[in-house]
């Protein structure tokens, strides 16, 4: 039983890290001027938001009646997407994009803290995994497009 508290606190937190990620990147999406970016961001606004029901659906197969369903309020992955409001203002890209690559540091150590519990039963582990592997695929890509977009 204590056991199962533990998978789903771990699931709780990652819903609210793809909360934060569905929000900061949907912010970004309203920010930006360029096309590609702005559907970009969207994607991984929907991406995020998906993820979030794929776990609360697992915390329901484990007995939790009301899984996470906000965003956090407090830590770093908040912090780290907060900032993303003053780069929305100044409209810059590449700020833009440097602070979604902040938020997305902090979710790719959300999830590789989350694959280190020993606890997690191995479809929990699975579905977890195929997560992480996209969410550092989209923290790559960010990056790959902030360093290109700096100013010379």
Request: charged share 30%; aromatic share 4%; net charge negative.
């Given at each position: ?32 001027a ?80 989350a ?13 977890i ?24």
């Amino acid at each position: 039983m204590a056991q199962q508290k533990e998978i789903i606190s771990t699931i709780n937190s990652l819903v609210e890290t793809l909360k934060d990620g569905q929000e900061g990147y949907r912010q970004a999406a309203e920010a930006v001027a360029d096309p590609q970016l702005k559907t970009l961001f969207n994607e991984y606004s929907l991406q995020r938001s998906r993820f979030a029901g794929e776990l609360q659906n697992e915390a329901i197969t484990l007995g939790e009646h009301k899984p996470e369903d906000s965003s956090s309020t407090a830590g770093a992955m908040h912090r780290a997407w907060i900032n993303l409001k003053s780069a929305i203002t100044s409209r810059d890209d590449h700020a833009i994009l440097a602070e979604c690559e902040r938020g997305e540091d902090s979710a790719v150590k959300e999830y590789r803290d989350a694959m280190e519990k020993e606890e997690l039963s191995s479809p929990v582990r699975d579905l977890i995994s195929r997560q992480y592997t996209a969410v550092k695929s989209a923290h790559d890509r960010i990056k790959q497009l902030r360093d290109a977009t700096k100013k010379s």
